[in-house]
């Protein structure tokens, strides 16, 4: 399993090489960009969760 970006050095004494690089700000815009593009397509694809689920089940037809 990967890190992620804002967790914490795997060892505290030594700081991860990710947390070290400073980014200019056209790369951070992407990222930041990036997140909240994958955040819109996770809400779509949960949306609408408020939604209550159809207590309706169809029966097959009669034959």
Known sequence: MGQDRK???LDPG???EKH???ENPADREKRK???SDNQ???LEETFPA????SP???AKAPD
């Open 7 to 9: 967790d914490p050095p």
């Open 14 to 16: 030594k700081p991860h």
């Open 56 to 58: 309706f089940v169809p």
């Open 50 to 53: 408020s939604d209550p689920v």
């Open 40 to 42: 819109d397509q996770a």
């Open 20 to 22: 070290d690089k400073d």
């Open 33 to 35: 960009r990036h997140e």
